[in-house]
T-cell receptor, first 114, second 113 residues
């Protein structure tokens, strides 16, 4: 298995532009998680899905952020409009949906908003 | 409020020694704790899980303990090697969190020759 796949690996954009991050979870996994990591705040959960349904989006910073999971093999995280404070590394992770199951992380997308 | 905390100061040790990292939790009792390793520029990688009814779990040179009285988990790497240098994160599900993990801020370990 190729593991969790994220694209792009790096994104540099100007303030105000729309940014779309993509994730392909491990085949057979039914939970998907989007995280943001910064030096100041560490690894924060933004939103997670079980069986393609959003379960908890309480970590989404504000309405500029949205996430979708149209099918079991694809998810997107969109920021519109982007701001410099959104600069961070965004990770996608997947797991089997039961308590205790380890999460498998993708390589992350490093986002820089200028 | 429920918290999971790690020592934010980096830990430097000599090769061959045992590294011990600490994870403390407050105001709740997790059913289990997970430990992950993160290398620069990469996503976290799962290492070990320990349940509340397990005192200790081992995997090769790694050992994790879970003390529900002290509300603490210790992560040990024996016979440490420079390749063990990384940031180590503990994680748990807070009460009512479904299958949502909350991560500590991580402790950076550097193993020197």
């Amino acid at each position: 298995d190729a593991g969790v796949i994220q694209s792009p690996r790096h994104e540099v954009t100007e303030m105000g532009q729309e940014v779309t991050l993509r994730c392909k979870p491990i085949s057979g996994h039914n939970s998907l998680f989007w995280y943001r990591q910064t030096m100041m705040r560490g690894l924060e959960l933004l939103i997670y899905f079980n069986n393609n349904v959003p379960i908890d989006d309480s970590g989404m910073p504000e309405d500029r952020f949205s996430a979708k999971m149209p099918n079991a093999s694809f998810s997107t995280l969109k920021i519109q409009p982007s701001e410099p404070r959104d600069s961070a590394v965004y990770f996608c992770a997947s797991s089997l949906m039961s308590q205790g199951n380890e999460q498998y992380f993708g390589p992350g997308t490093r986002l820089t908003v200028t | 409020s429920q918290k999971i905390e790690q020592n934010s100061e980096a830990l430097n040790i000599q090769e061959g020694k045992t590294a011990t990292l600490t994870c403390n939790y407050t105001n709740y009792s997790p059913a289990y704790l997970q430990w992950y390793r993160q290398d620069p520029g990469r996503g976290p990688v799962f290492l070990l899980l320990i349940r509340e009814n397990e005192k200790e779990k081992r995997k090769e040179r790694l050992k994790v303990t879970f003390d529900t009285t002290l509300k603490q988990s210790l992560f040990h790497i024996t016979a440490s090697q420079p390749a063990d240098s990384a940031t180590y994160l503990c994680a748990a599900i807070l009460t009512g969190g479904g299958n949502k993990l909350t991560f500590g801020t991580g402790t950076q370990l550097k193993v020197e020759l």
